[in-house]
């Protein structure tokens, strides 16, 4: 019955790049509330467009790829720039990449190894890094995403490996000097209570970059800051974890020291 719903919800356009591991974990979770076919397909359908449904509706891959082939070697920024502007959360963080890298190389010195869970569009964001020589692994749960990235680091030579993988279902097994999960647990935890402490505890890293907005979709001010610092605090100090804050308008960054 998994297949079943899983082919169902890969007929919509809007979820025919996800990976099999987070179709059929959210056709799994459907089956258990629902049991007939025709219903489950319809919960996991309102699941995904919940946890993911925004973000698709942002993402075109035949522009970001059209974008990639223009990339001028010469002039990487400016091309990453637009690609970055393609989605809310990236374009967001524009005007503070310069200032943010020199910040957290600071504090966890530059790295030769990153992971990049759920990655989403933060791999455009490599000329900002200002690092050589460097292993990045990244992943995503969209296959076409995943794609462009591969492309990306394929044209400008980074040395990387990518793949489509559900962090719900299982962390990278990767070491690396530090990991990126940037506004990234508030979703893991809508999904499943308790996942974004599980997630954090099973990245290999000494050094582990999380980030949350400030700011609501609308650009208000919700208290969003405070309630995200609270919860990261409490994980830090359940997990005798270091933490170090970063903090610029729309996002804050927190530097859990393992």
């Not at 091309?79 to 524009?94: D, F, M, Y």
């Not at 907005?213 to 994980?235: A, C, F, N």
Request: proline share 3%; hydrophobic share 45%.
């Amino acid at each position: 019955m998994i297949d079943h719903v899983v082919a169902q919800v890969r007929v919509s356009r809007k979820y025919r790049n996800l990976c099999d591991e987070t179709l059929e974990r959210v056709a799994r979770w459907a089956l258990a509330r629902h049991p007939s076919i025709k219903a489950a397909t319809k919960a996991a359908k309102r699941k995904l467009h919940q946890v993911y449904g925004a973000y698709a509706a942002q993402v075109d891959v035949g522009q970001v790829d059209a974008l990639i082939d223009q990339l001028d070697l010469e002039d990487l920024k400016s091309g990453c720039e637009v690609i970055l502007s393609c989605h809310k959360s990236t374009a967001e963080r524009l005007e503070i990449l310069d200032e943010l890298f020199d910040a957290l190389w600071k504090i966890t010195g530059q790295p030769k190894s990153i992971m990049d869970p759920a990655c989403g569009f933060n791999p455009f964001v490599w000329p900002w890094m200002q690092l050589s020589d460097v292993m990045y692994y990244a992943c995503d749960i969209d296959r076409a995403l995943i794609g462009c990235v591969e492309r990306f680091w394929a044209k400008i030579g980074v040395e990387g490996q990518v793949e489509c993988r559900d962090l719900l279902v299982s962390v990278p097994d990767v070491e690396v000097d530090v990991a990126f999960l940037l506004k990234t647990l508030p979703c893991l935890e809508q999904q499943e209570k308790g996942a974004g402490l599980r997630v954090l505890e099973a990245i290999r890293a000494p050094f582990v970059v999380v980030s949350f907005p400030t700011l609501s979709l609308g650009g208000k001010d919700r208290g969003m800051g405070w309630h995200y610092e609270g919860v990261i605090t409490q994980m830090a100090k359940q997990s005798l974890w270091g933490i170090h804050r970063l903090s610029f308008e729309g996002e804050t960054f927190y530097i859990l020291e393992k």
